[in-house]
């Protein structure tokens, strides 16, 4: 009977290990699904001489606003493993579903909107019922199953300072219900073991199709002339198509959108999304936040296999975080400006995208000092203003010192230790780092390298005096991650001392 048993057990086991299989695409033997382990073999692209600040290269326009490339094949975004676009959505403007090969997180400069990513097997858990005053009458002798109802899967709103969270091959889209257009700045890792194709950026529409970028370099547009083209339901027979959407002809042909449509992927809804939008935008919000905290400890019922090899959990998991409110911030100067992380333990979705995020802002004058990250690369974007880095890479070889504008992109490779500092009246970034639970270490101020080695060592390993050594350890021991300028840190000082 023991024997039977086990041998039962154990063709149950066989037979469930292909279907789990097929949907453990990310780390070989982690059994997480969708965690995008990053791959390895690509250190060799990492032996830059220089570095440069980067702007976007290909303009691709639309109905309702544009995108805007920087160039994927550069060295430093080839060195990172990723690359980066930024989009424009003006108001009422759609962001038609696609889904990408690569898993990526998008910081939201300016704007609000909607937001919706769907995940095969979770519930569709939004539900609208679609009414008007006019029928209202005609509604109430209806009976409840002849109304026109809408159930869709969870919907959430975002605004300037989120960061939003995708992972590869969901579908997600985008619309723009607020009056100014959204402004987005967006890294996607594709060396990342989510993305099996190859290391290009490849975005797969469901709608629409895609316009003719406008290029600077000829030369660029033939490389890139492989990923414009139609929706994916375009390259289906018509007749077969009809028949699995069990819709006749005429309206495959218009989802087919083969020559009629010129209007990008980013399409103008003339009349909004009213039946998307709650009539009091506080209260939805309210409500969301309850129904977050309640989803934390309940379970979300599959209807799908894919929703079990995920967990159920997965479908509630929150996607994203807002890192430019003030009170969230680690580190803060009130003379020198703020760091605000973003990690695995603020936002857990982050263990299936391998990337986190870092958002800082200095005062003018005030400095994030030396320091690397020991275990990604940065990729660095300028939301406001200006500043001066200098990064300083294998050898001591210097290998960027200059000034970064708004709009510009700097990649940071790992282990090369950049310094900050604020030229404009306030300097602003968002730091896309390639692991989500990304280490820097400082060498000076509180916590930091200096601060960590004997006084002794100091002096002999950089033959200075036992005074000088104690000046190098603890001039800057009160201040941590970001510092005031010095004059003014050299002013409190002199004050403190005058009271002492």
Not at 108 to 129: A, D, K, M, N
Not at 365 to 387: D, E, F, L, T
Not at 410 to 439: D, R, Y
């Amino acid at each position: 009977m023991a024997n039977s048993t086990a041998l039962l057990l154990l063709s149950l086991a066989l037979c469930f290990l292909p279907s789990l299989a097929q949907f453990s695409f990310g780390q070989q033997g982690s059994g997480q699904p969708l965690l995008s382990q990053r791959r390895l073999g690509y250190r060799s692209q990492c032996q830059l001489e220089r570095l440069a600040a980067l702007e976007p290269t290909r303009r691709v326009p639309s109905e309702a606003g544009f995108t805007e490339y920087f160039d994927q094949f550069h060295e430093q975004l080839q060195c990172a493993g990723v690359v980066a676009y930024r989009r424009t959505i003006q108001p009422r403007g759609l962001v038609l579903p696609y889904y990408s090969n690569a898993p990526k997180l998008v910081y939201i400069i300016q704007g609000r909107g909607i937001s919706g990513t769907v995940i095969p097997g979770c519930p569709e858990s939004f539900q609208s019922l679609r009414q008007s005053f006019e029928q209202q009458w005609e509604e109430e002798v209806e009976s409840q199953s002849q109304r026109f109802r809408d159930e869709h899967q969870k919907v959430q709103f975002f605004r300037e300072g989120d960061v939003l969270a995708y992972t590869a091959g969901l579908a997600n889209w985008v619309y723009n219900n607020g009056e100014v257009p959204i402004i987005a700045i967006a890294v996607a890792d594709t060396s990342s073991n989510a993305n099996q194709l190859d290391r290009q950026h490849r975005q797969f529409l469901l709608a629409g199709r895609e316009r003719r970028s406008q290029e600077q370099s000829a030369q660029a547009e033939e490389r890139i002339q492989q990923q414009k083209g139609n929706n994916l339901l375009s390259g289906f027979e018509l007749e077969l198509l009809a028949e699995a959407l069990g819709v006749d002809k005429e309206v495959v042909r218009k989802i087919q959108n083969l020559n009629d449509d010129n209007r990008g992927d980013i399409v103008r809804v003339e009349k909004g999304l009213q039946t998307l939008e709650p009539q009091r935008r506080a209260e939805q919000e309210a409500r969301e936040q309850e129904r977050e905290e309640r989803e934390e400890t309940r379970e979300i019922p599959c209807a799908h296999r894919l929703c079990y090899a995920l967990g159920a959990t997965y479908c509630t998991l929150k996607n994203r975080q807002n890192i430019a409110n003030p009170s969230l911030a680690d580190y803060y100067n009130p003379r020198a400006g703020r760091l605000t992380s973003l990690n695995i333990q603020k936002l857990p979705i982050l263990r299936f995208i391998q990337l986190s995020a870092e958002r800082g802002v200095l005062r003018r004058n005030a400095i994030q000092p030396p320091h690397w990250n020991i275990n990604a690369h940065s990729i660095m974007y300028v939301v406001r203003g200006s500043g001066r880095l200098q990064v300083v890479g294998h050898r001591g070889r210097t290998v960027f010192d200059g000034e970064l504008r708004q709009g510009q992109l700097l990649v940071v490779p790992q282990q090369h230790v950049v310094v900050k500092k604020a030229q404009s009246e306030q300097f602003e970034w968002i730091s896309f780092k390639t692991n989500e639970n990304a280490l820097a270490s400082h060498i000076v101020g509180k916590a930091s390298l200096l601060r960590g080695i004997p006084v002794e060592v100091l002096m002999n390993s950089y033959r200075i005096s036992r005074e000088e050594a104690r000046r190098v350890k603890f001039n800057r021991g009160n201040e941590i991650a970001i510092f005031s300028p010095r004059q003014e840190n050299e002013e409190l000082r002199n004050v403190l001392e005058s009271v002492a």
